[in-house]
């Protein structure tokens, strides 16, 4: 079993920003996948970003491409995301998750992920 913990939530207004942070531990990969994803009120659960372990390319919604970075630390088993230029629609609850990256592309959907934090509330005013 994997323990996701996120954290670096809060509150902040448009335009500034915020950097969450997602630690891994328990069971490991050889190879894996680290994921954020988020989730509205009253909205469904959407990718975010995603890191491969190994390196390479991250992947980003469009929504967040340019403002969001994705990254990650090997020796800590810690992803992070560093959040620029907030918008009142980036707010949300903001979830990591871990998945198996034995794939050849890094995995947009929920369900190409296994295990799920309990999430970080962002809030941003306008």
């Known amino acids: 079993q994997v323990q996701v913990v996120e954290s670096g939530g809060g509150l902040v207004q448009a335009g500034g920003s915020l950097r969450l942070s997602c630690a891994a531990s328990g069971r490991t990969f050889d190879m894996y996948v680290m994921g954020w994803f988020r989730q509205a009120p009253g909205k469904e659960r959407e990718f975010v970003a995603a890191?491969?372990?190994?390196?390479?390319?991250?992947l980003y919604a469009d929504s967040v491409k340019g403002r969001f970075t994705i990254s990650r630390e090997n020796g800590k088993n810690t992803a992070y995301l560093q959040m620029n230029i907030l918008k009142p629609e980036d707010t949300a609850i903001y979830y990591c998750?871990?998945?198996?990256?034995?794939?050849?592309?890094?995995?947009?959907?929920?369900?190409?992920?296994?295990?799920w934090g309990q999430g970080t509330q962002v809030t941003v005013s306008s």
């Open positions: 890191i491969h372990w190994s390196g390479g390319r991250p």
């Open positions: 998750a871990v998945g198996d990256g034995s794939s050849a592309t890094l995995p947009n959907a929920a369900g190409g992920y296994s295990d």
